[in-house]
């Protein structure tokens, strides 16, 4: 599987970006797509995820009511809609795959140790 995203940059607190994470190599049945973001200093935490069978996703608390996670099953790609950007959501964001992984309403927080492929990441900068 072979993850690229997209989209990543500078914004001001308040502003939106939309992210993307175009997939290949892979069919999409049973695979679960996570979003993480890396702070500095702090550990890599998922924020998002959506399973690309049942369309189930999950929000971590912090990003709920502000990022919107998508699937485009033509393009084979997986948005982050991120709006009401603030300063703490600064970081680089990473977009991973793998099957198996639970994701949805009821379950926790996608960790990193779940998911097997990864893209190469993309910075975003939230300015106050």
């Known amino acids: 599987v072979q993850l690229v995203e997209s989209g990543g940059g500078l914004v001001q607190a308040g502003g939106s970006l939309r992210l993307s994470c175009a997939a290949s190599?892979?069919?999409?049945?049973?695979?679960?797509i996570g979003w993480f973001r890396e702070a500095p200093g702090k550990e890599r935490e998922g924020i998002s995820c959506?399973?690309?069978?049942?369309?189930?996703?999950y929000y971590t608390k912090s990003v709920k009511g502000r990022f919107t996670i998508s699937s485009d099953n033509a393009k084979n790609t997986v948005a982050l809609q991120m709006d009401s950007l603030k300063p703490e959501d600064t970081g680089v964001y990473y977009c991973?795959?793998?099957?198996?992984?639970?994701?949805?309403?009821?379950?926790?927080?996608?960790?990193?140790?779940?998911?097997?492929?990864w893209g190469q990441g993309t910075q975003i900068t939230v300015s106050s």
């Open positions: 991973a795959a793998d099957t198996g992984p639970p994701c949805g309403e009821l379950w926790y927080s996608p960790k990193p140790i779940d998911f097997g492929s």
């Open positions: 190599g892979f069919t999409r049945d049973g695979y679960v």
């Open positions: 959506i399973n690309l069978t049942y369309g189930t996703t």
